[in-house]
């Protein structure tokens, strides 16, 4: 499977009415479940070890890259391309209870990258931020299928409401294959039915996990 697996084949054939699945199959609805979940985030959100990104400054202490979250360590934190890193003893990492992480400054504030009104001193353009800053960066999750895989150099710690939430998922399409899952509501003569899309907590747990930044 891919990077992006957030659960793994053993533990979906394990669970109840997931018996008689094909393991290949599994794997599909796995990469099907884990690429939805995490369009819903906004975001990726398996760990990856060598990310570059390009960050805006608003003049404030706070940096925030979001292609990796949460941050497991800054490489180098360069402004524009010709200059030298900053000083790493400068800022630290802080993450959140939502494990969204920030660039701090220990002292001062990151440069305010806006443009500038022509012809007015000091006048910065709110929301010209241009993404000067080059993060050098490892982040997200380590996923169970990237722990299995790394034997023994990585050590799981993607929440477990998101894998539950991903499982819920591949077992809901596997035991709902064959219906159209875009058909919400039938109409019969014995009255109407209503089919539920995604799982009991599914949305919520993605909406719980998602920044907004």
């Known amino acids: 499977m891919t990077e992006q697996a957030l659960s793994t084949v053993e533990t979906l054939l394990a669970q109840p009415g997931m ?3 094909g393991p290949t199959l599994v794997e599909q609805l796995i990469e099907e479940a884990s690429a939805d979940f995490q369009a819903r985030l906004g975001r990726q959100c398996y760990y990856r070890a060598s990310v570059v990104e390009y960050v805006a400054g608003f ?4 940096l925030v890259p979001v292609a990796a979250q949460p941050i497991v360590e800054v490489a180098s934190v360069v402004w524009d391309d010709n200059a030298d ?5 400068t800022y630290r990492v802080d993450t959140d209870v939502l ?7 220990k002292r001062g504030v990151w440069r ?3 443009g ?3 012809g007015i001193l000091e006048s910065p353009v709110v929301g010209s931020e241009a993404k000067s800053y080059t ?3 490892s982040g997200g999750w380590v996923t169970p ?3 299995r895989n790394s034997e023994g150099a990585l050590v799981r710690n993607l929440p477990f409401d998101i894998e539950r939430a991903v499982i819920d998922m591949v077992t809901s399409l596997y035991l709902q294959r064959g219906r159209d899952r875009s058909v919400t509501a039938r109409t019969a003569a014995q009255g109407s039915s209503t089919f539920a899309t995604d799982p009991a907590g599914y949305a919520d747990t993605a909406k719980r996990w998602r920044h907004y930044v």
């Open 99 to 105: 494990a969204l992480s920030s660039i701090v400054q």
């Open 145 to 147: 299928e990237q722990a």
């Open 85 to 89: 890193p900053v000083v790493a003893d």
């Open 116 to 118: 500038m009104v022509p």
């Open 135 to 137: 993060v050098s960066y």
């Open 19 to 21: 018996k008689r699945a």
């Open 112 to 114: 305010w990258t806006a």
């Open 59 to 62: 003049g404030t202490r706070s």
